[in-house]
Nanobody
Framework: VQLQASGGGLVQAGGSLRLSCVVF????????MGWFRQAPGKEREFVGD????????DYADSMKGRSTISRDNAKNTVYLLIDSLKPEDTGIYYC???????????????WGQGTLVTVSS
């Protein structure tokens, strides 16, 4: 299984960006999908996740109200839309896939290579 994240780039504060993550190797509906990010000099942090069917979505407090996670299992793709971007949103954004046996453990089994988001003030 491989994950490929894309959609990052340079954007001005207040703008929006949609990231995509394509799952290769197995149908994406086998996995709960998560988004994480790592700011320069900081540890990786949870952004949000979405259940296999897309019915349950959770967000980190810092992302609530201005981000939307969705998925299209027919395209094996998961999305992260972030509105009202702030300079502190700058970082590498990673998608990850979690197998059902690891639900509740916090462990993700597969990771993408990350896509860089830079927000200018």
């Amino acid at each position: 299984v491989q994950l490929q994240a894309s959609g990052g780039g340079l954007v001005q504060a207040g703008g929006s960006l949609r990231l995509s993550c394509v799952v290769f190797g197995r149908p994406s509906d086998n996995y709960k999908m998560g988004w994480f990010r790592q700011a320069p000099g900081k540890e990786r942090e949870f952004v949000g996740d979405i259940s296999r069917t897309g019915r349950k979505i959770d967000y980190a407090d810092s992302m609530k109200g201005r981000s939307t996670i969705s998925r299209d299992n027919a395209k094996n793709t998961v999305y992260l839309l972030i509105d009202s971007l702030k300079p502190e949103d700058t970082g590498i954004y990673y998608c990850a896939a979690q197998m059902p046996e690891n639900y509740g453990s916090g462990r993700y089994d597969y990771w993408g290579q990350g896509t860089l988001v830079t927000v200018s003030s």
